[in-house]
Nanobody, 120 residues
Framework: QVQLVESGGGLVQPGGSLRLSCAFS????????MGWYRQAPGKQRDVVAV???????NYADSVKGRFTISRDNAKNTVYLQMNSLKPEDTAVYYC??????????????WGQGTQVTVSS
């Protein structure tokens, strides 16, 4: 069973930086697309950034140029470097693992979430 454990959240002032980490276990990490999502109070969960098994990345418009997603297949870990943080980045951040097989079977897993609060 795949397990995802996030870390690195916390309280930061506007303009500051944080790096989130997500440790993956229970399957072949390099086969999975990995993503970061976030959910603010009263809002739906939205995608922040995704990195494919091949290393291609995609970002929400709201974080382009400020956030960077990366993965270390040797450490089974995905990261989200967040710079120039804004109060509107405040949310619970969730790690996601997604595997699509050739027969269209899909496996999706979520971490428990880590709180990021941007406030002065």
């Amino acid at each position: 069973q795949v397990q995802l454990v996030e870390s690195g959240g916390g309280l930061v002032q506007p303009g500051g930086s944080l790096r989130l980490s997500c440790a993956f276990s229970g399957s072949i990490f390099s086969s999975y697309a990995m993503g970061w999502y976030r959910q603010a109070p009263g809002k739906q969960r939205d995608v922040v950034a995704v990195i494919t098994s091949g290393g291609n990345t995609n970002y929400a418009d709201s974080v382009k140029g400020r956030f960077t997603i990366s993965r270390d297949n040797a450490k089974n870990t995905v990261y989200l470097q967040m710079n120039s943080l804004k109060p509107e980045d405040t949310a619970v951040y969730y790690c996601n693992a997604d595997l699509k097989l050739r027969d269209a079977t899909q496996y999706v897993y979520w971490g428990q979430g880590t709180q990021v609060t941007v406030s002065s």
